[in-house]
Structure formats: structure tokens, C-alpha cells
């Protein structure tokens, strides 16, 4: 049980490359999400997806497209690399988006290092 | 606009010493807490979490927090600090589907913990 993958670990682009973070859980999770780590901003969602076939902005998206392959993999594009874009990326998933009856813990991957110059 | 706010941004301890780290949020209605830890060059892992029931909280490697629903606040404590405790903490927040980033996990901002051996 691996938990949440992510690969790669590291990139360097140049900008206007184009490349795909990819994510998968073996947790038979239904909501999986992407986030960007800036220092002194936290974590910043920027694409989720609350079950399999559907995906649905957060709070930073543009720029970014997402993919949700199937209920295990969810991958996060980006089509045209910015230097702002040069951030830590995290996958996570849970068992499903919060309501108010039920708070799921959301589980994160190792991360993914993109420098883009 | 809601938010997670953590007050400190980088605390420096030595050992023994005791932690208080604060985090207040600004939702109001049935919200679910947590802190995570990261240690450096790790990805991020559950520390604590509240759903319902005893407001304190305790979690892995002798950390604990209290839920303060009238201060909106989820204060995270160690009485006694180790090197190892060296990591930047961040609170967290699910917030109800009533608010616009409902649904979804909010961080705070994060705080770097620095402990002198």
C-alpha cells in the first residue's frame, strides 16, 4: 500500500515547455486534488476532483488543465510553463470531499519540484 | 473574505522547551481541523485532526490541540520540544459547502518550527 505516488519528483522547464505531473492512489479514494506550496502562502488548491469523471477549479487554477484518468490517477498539466509556475506540487486524495456529517482526511504524496526558468 | 490564519511564522525554541503554535479560522458552522506536519524534504503528514466530541485532541509524538469554538481557534501544544520536532506545521481547515471554498481543505500559511539541540 504506496499510499499517494507522484512523478516526477523534480523538472527544470524552460519557458513555454509543456509537461504532465502525474498522481495515483491506491487508497480507493473517491475525491483527489492538486495543490501548489509557495513559501509564506501555505498550500493553494488548484484543481480538484471530487469523484471519478468530474474535476472542478480551486483557488489558483489558471494556467494549469487536470485529467482524472480514472478513480486512481490524476494528472496535472501544464501547457505553456511560466517562471511563476516554479513551485512544490502536491497530489492528495481522500475518501471524499468534506460535508458536514462526514470530515475526511486528505492524504498527501511526496511532492513534485518544478523549477521553471 | 474566510481564511485560516497561523500568527506565527517562525518559532525558535530549544529543547525541553514548551510549544504553543496558534490557528484560528473564520468559518462559521460544523468545520473539521487539522494539522499537518513536514518535515524538511518530506511531504506532508497528519499530525492531528478534529471531527467531533473531546475538543482536545491528541496526536502522534506527544502533540495535542485544543478546539476553542468561541475563539475559532486550534491551537497546537507540546510541552516538551525535541530537535526532531524541527519542521514547518500547517492548520488546516474543511470548510462548510455554505462558504465559496467549501468543501475543500484550507491552509493556513504555515509555521516554521526551529528547535536547538
Known amino acids: 500500500n504506496a499510499g499517494v505516488t507522484q512523478t516526477p519528483k523534480f523538472q527544470v522547464l524552460k519557458t513555454g515547455q509543456s509537461m504532465t505531473l502525474q498522481c495515483a492512489q491506491d487508497?480507493?479514494?473517491?475525491?483527489m486534488y492538486w495543490y501548489r506550496q509557495d513559501p509564506g502562502m501555505g498550500l493553494r488548491l488548484i484543481y480538484y476532483?471530487?469523484?471519478?469523471?468530474?474535476?472542478d477549479k480551486g483557488e489558483v487554477p489558471n494556467g494549469y488543465n487536470v485529467s482524472r484518468l480514472n478513480k486512481r490517477e490524476f494528472s496535472l498539466r501544464l501547457e505553456s510553463a511560466a517562471p511563476s509556475q516554479t513551485s512544490v506540487y502536491f497530489c492528495?486524495?481522500?475518501?471524499?470531499?468534506?460535508?458536514?456529517?462526514?470530515?475526511?482526511?486528505?492524504?498527501f504524496g511526496p511532492g513534485t519540484r518544478l523549477t521553471v526558468l | 473574505a474566510q481564511s485560516v490564519s497561523q500568527h506565527n511564522h517562525h518559532v525558535i525554541l530549544s529543547e525541553a522547551a514548551s510549544l504553543e503554535l496558534g490557528c484560528n479560522y473564520s468559518?462559521?458552522?460544523?468545520?473539521?481541523l487539522f494539522w499537518y506536519v513536514q518535515y524538511p524534504g518530506q511531504h506532508l503528514q497528519l499530525l492531528l485532526k478534529?471531527?467531533?466530541?473531546?475538543?482536545l485532541v491528541k496526536g502522534i509524538k506527544g502533540f495535542e490541540a485544543e478546539f476553542i469554538k468561541s475563539k475559532f481557534s486550534f491551537n497546537l501544544r507540546k510541552p516538551s520540544v525535541q530537535w526532531s520536532d524541527t519542521a514547518e506545521y500547517f492548520c488546516?481547515?474543511?470548510?462548510?459547502?455554505?462558504?465559496?471554498?467549501?468543501?475543500?481543505?484550507?491552509f493556513g500559511q504555515g509555521t516554521e518550527l526551529s528547535v536547538k539541540p
Open positions: 487508497m480507493n479514494h473517491n475525491s
Open positions: 478534529y471531527f467531533s466530541g473531546d475538543p
Open positions: 492528495a486524495s481522500s475518501e471524499n470531499l468534506f460535508t458536514a456529517s462526514r470530515g475526511d482526511t486528505q492524504y
Open positions: 468559518y462559521g458552522g460544523t468545520v473539521n
Open positions: 488546516a481547515v474543511n470548510a462548510p459547502k455554505i462558504y465559496n471554498q467549501g468543501g475543500k481543505l484550507i
Open positions: 476532483s471530487a469523484s471519478e469523471g468530474t474535476t
